[in-house]
């Protein structure tokens, strides 16, 4: 009798719209049948042109496929054009979402030129005043994102929920049976927030495929809660993040714990990672984490992938981890140039294993492994090639001698004179 095991991997993603974000010949497709977009946000001062376009050229070359920016002032309105001509002229075609708040409507009336240079626009009805005011200004963002033919994101957040909804919609909870707890209402508020936002923008004139929904929340269990019924009340392309993750570790492992569940059921059409650098440290590490989350869940490849194992009594010195360290950097930072020379390489595997106990057998099942001789092993690190044992590296060149075959691996196989 056949035994019937349960399926593997993610469920289907959910049926959307799809929303195109376009800057040149450059189109990003938000849902439908595209795969999840990688996002992510500027932290420089947008009015300063310079330091903008480099960090948003740093984002791209990570692998953003889409960059935000806050356009917080008309100094910032005004710089975004000269962001987008400094791109262009260094080659960079990623499309620009500006992210407005409070004074969005004058900034986008008032700067034209800013709001054509952009490819999207962000908008948190959430802060755009309340009653008529509101509905004023929300409308006129609207008007000009249609003017321009522009999608729109309308990004609700905890932080800033609509009072007066809220108020009303604790009020009618009060006129229930069994009430809702307060937390419950709130999560029903970001939804009807969003929503309805994204209905009236429809009855204002913009297409229902320009526009995609957001809300953040900052807490891992609301955050699915919140998506997962938003997910099954509308059809437009969701945008994933958990809104102030954090610093280090605890910003990554929130963010991986909330958005890993959700793709894994089929919701989610693109994600950012809300990450709180360190002083100094790298903007685009939020790019990387959010590619490794999309790739190691299997969702989609953006760079080839090291196994290491973890390490033990067994691997006294740290030469493993120095190579499983160098490979790794390696593959990344060439990835700019080999997405176009050696397509189909970001689904390379390479495994560097600290011993010969799991590192042959890790290494047959990776496109290239090696396996470092352990403590009181013979000084020999046998290297597996398609999963066939081929050399053997001795001495104190191993790390260069491996990256030298890795190199003439990926030529080999991934170049386009292979003819593969
Ligand atoms: S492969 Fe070897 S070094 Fe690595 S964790 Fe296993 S036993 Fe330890």
């Known amino acids: 009798m056949t035994q019937c095991l349960p399926a593997v991997g993610p469920a289907a993603r959910r049926p959307t719209r799809q929303a ?64 987008r001509e400094q791109l262009d002229r260094m080659g960079v075609s990623v499309p620009l979402c500006g992210d407005f708040h409070f004074n969005g409507h004058k900034l986008l009336t008032q700067f034209p030129e800013c709001a054509q240079a952009l490819s999207k626009y962000r908008i948190n009805p959430g802060n755009m005043g309340g009653g008529k005011r509101r509905d004023d200004n929300f409308a006129q963002m609207i008007e000009v994102a249609c003017r321009h033919n522009k999608p729109v994101r309308i990004g609700v957040n905890w932080g800033s929920l ?30 009807v927030s969003a929503i309805s936002n994204a209905e009236r923008a429809q009855q204002l004139g913009l297409p229902g495929d320009a526009i995609v929904l957001s809300c953040k929340v900052s807490h891992v269990q609301d955050l699915i809660a919140v998506y997962r019924d938003l997910s099954a009340r509308c059809d437009y392309p969701l945008h994933l993040g958990l809104t102030e993750a954090g610093m280090g570790t605890k910003g990554v492992v929130a963010s991986t714990a909330a958005l890993a569940v959700l793709l894994q059921e089929g919701i989610g059409d693109t994600i950012r990672i809300s990450l709180t650098p360190e002083p100094g440290g790298d903007r685009c590490r939020e790019v990387v984490v959010a590619q490794e989350i999309l790739q190691t869940m299997g969702l989609r490849a953006f760079t080839p992938m090291v196994i ?24 990344r930072e060439q990835m700019p140039v080999w997405r176009t020379q050696y397509p189909g390489v970001e689904s390379m595997n390479v495994a560097v294993m600290g011993c010969v106990v799991n590192g042959p057998g890790e290494s047959r099942h990776a496109d290239i492994g090696i396996s470092l001789p352990g403590t009181g092993e013979v000084p020999a690190a046998p290297v597996y090639v398609d999963g066939v044992r081929t050399v053997t590296l001795k001495g104190d060149r191993i790390a260069e001698e491996f990256q030298v075959i890795v190199q003439n691996y990926i030529e080999k196989r991934y170049g386009r004179q292979s003819g593969q």
């Open 162 to 191: 609509d009072q007066e909804l809220l108020a009303r919609m604790m009020d009618e909870n009060q006129q229930r049976a069994v009430p809702l707890d307060a937390q419950a209402v709130m999560r029903d508020a970001l939804v």
């Open 308 to 331: 290491a194992c973890p390490g033990c009594g067994r691997t006294t010195s740290t030469v493993f981890q120095e190579l499983a360290d160098d490979i790794q950097r390696y593959l």
């Open 20 to 83: 195109k974000v376009v800057w040149g010949d450059t189109v990003v497709r938000v849902g439908g049948d595209a795969p999840v977009v990688v996002q992510s946000m500027t932290n420089t001062d947008t009015a300063d042109a310079i330091a903008t376009a480099i960090q948003v050229k740093e984002l791209a070359l990570a692998g953003s496929e889409i960059v935000r920016i806050t356009v917080n002032t008309p100094e910032a309105a005004q710089a975004i054009v000269a962001i």
